[in-house]
């Protein structure tokens, strides 16, 4: 299948999709933030550069895509243009997500990941439910947890 978009234009799309600041994360950053919680934002010291993190309690939150982190859900499609090419792009991106994780946990960082699928689409959690599921693991004693709209 041939792209219908010129090589400029292609470029210019993938320009302007946003690596940080995208709503999911903004959505946990303001709810975290109105709760008092204060955090770093991409620290390059930290392997995989965290969205956010709590130096006071050790821990780390991962906000990901479920297209481009190829979460198992219904908000993740191959596309249909190009697919060796996305598909060996997300298995990258799977491995560098598991090689993060597996760093941080190893120099005694707590990691809790979001997927998109549960602030939007049919799965979702009502926000307030997910800033509760956050604050707790914050406060509490978990290793790392995983918080998805699959049910």
Not at 30 to 59: C, I, N
Not at 125 to 138: E, G, H, S, T
Request: charged letters at 25%; one cysteine or more; a positive charge.
């Amino acid at each position: 299948m041939v792209d219908v978009l010129t090589e400029a234009q292609r470029q210019l799309n993938m320009s302007r999709i946003r690596g940080r600041d995208t709503k999911p994360e903004m959505l946990i950053r303001r709810g975290l933030h109105a709760r008092g919680f204060r955090y770093r934002l991409q620290d390059r010291s930290l392997p995989g550069r965290p969205d956010l993190v709590f130096p006071r309690y050790k821990t780390v939150i991962l906000v990901h895509g479920c297209f481009w982190h190829g979460h198992d859900c219904p908000m993740f499609r191959l596309p249909a243009t190009r697919s060796e090419f996305w598909a060996e792009k997300i298995v990258a991106n799977q491995r560098r997500d598991t090689i993060a994780h597996e760093a941080l946990l190893s120099l005694g960082w707590r990691v809790l990941t979001i997927w998109e699928c549960c602030l939007r689409g049919k799965g979702r959690i009502p926000i307030n439910k997910v800033l509760d599921i956050c604050v707790n693991f914050l406060q509490e004693g978990e290793t790392a947890k995983t918080l998805s709209g699959m049910r």
